[in-house]
Nanobody, 118 residues
Framework: QVQLVESGGGLVQPGGSLRLSCAASGSIRNIYAMGWYRQAPGKQRELVAHITITSGGITNYADSVKGRFTISRDTAKNTMYLQMNSLKPEDTAVYYC??????????WGQGTQVTVSS
């Protein structure tokens, strides 16, 4: 019952920046955490960053993106963001938005492509 829509992906050169957005709608009152995941061709989907919607917005990052990516949320707009700086070719993947709910299974967005290439 939760709908998630990602935006902001695209093509960027190494060292560049992008900001991804994830807008949530529907039955959002029971969402307690959201996160960004990514999947590169031929690889498993992996956690990039995670944030609690309650409990003060506690964040968690994959080691590969610490110091470069920042996850945040705007509860008034029901939107989550991923600011990606100092992008590397190995960051190339489809990035997915995820929401965890206390009353149902996790919800996923359709994904947005991020390509880092010179």
């Amino acid at each position: 019952q939760v709908q998630l829509v990602e935006s902001g992906g695209g093509l960027v050169q190494p060292g560049g920046s992008l900001r991804l957005s994830c807008a949530a709608s529907g039955s959002i009152r029971n969402i307690y955490a959201m996160g960004w995941y990514r999947q590169a061709p031929g690889k498993q989907r992996e956690l990039v960053a995670h944030i609690t919607i309650t409990s003060g917005g506690i964040t968690n990052y994959a080691d590969s993106v610490k110091g470069r990516f920042t996850i945040s949320r705007d509860t008034a707009k029901n939107t989550m963001y991923l600011q990606m700086n100092s992008l590397k070719p190995e960051d190339t993947a489809v990035y997915y938005c995820n929401a965890d709910s206390a009353v149902g299974p996790s919800s996923w967005g359709q994904g947005t492509q991020v390509t880092v290439s010179s």
